[in-house]
């Protein structure tokens, strides 16, 4: 079992930036992925992007992509979020996962550990 434990949510007005914090402490795989997911309030939980974690090789959700980036810190065991020009639908409880590598990468099925999320808040 992979300890997930996010950091680094808040208030921001929109056009402004965030970088999420995930650290990871206990029991890793050899072969494992980590991911961000989101989700708003009435909606399901969206995949935002995942990074495979010895390669450091990123995938991103389309919409994503173009101001979001995520990295990770082998000695820190720590996955990163930078988050650049929010938008006020940005909006949501940020989640970080863990899991081994799988078929099912871009879906919550695909990992088996996730931490307590944290609240990323954009103003208008």
């Known amino acids: 079992q992979v300890q997930l434990v996010e950091s680094g949510g808040g208030l921001v007005q929109a056009g402004g930036s965030l970088r999420l914090s995930c650290a990871a402490s206990?029991?890793?795989?050899?072969?494992?992925?980590m991911a961000w997911f989101r989700q708003a309030p009435g909606k399901e939980r969206e995949f935002v992007a995942r990074?495979?974690?010895?390669?450091?090789?990123?995938y991103y959700a389309d919409a994503m992509k173009d101001r979001f980036t995520i990295s990770r810190d082998a000695t820190k065991n720590t996955m990163y979020l930078q988050m650049n020009v929010l938008k006020p639908e940005d909006t949501a409880v940020y989640y970080c996962?863990?899991?081994?590598?799988?078929?099912?990468?871009?879906?919550?099925?695909?990992?088996?550990?996730w931490g307590q999320g944290t609240q990323v808040t954009v103003s208008s």
């Open positions: 996962a863990a899991g081994a590598l799988s078929f099912y990468a871009n879906f919550q099925r695909g990992y088996s550990s």
């Open positions: 990074i495979i974690w010895n390669s450091g090789s990123a």
């Open positions: 206990g029991r890793t795989f050899t072969n494992y992925a």
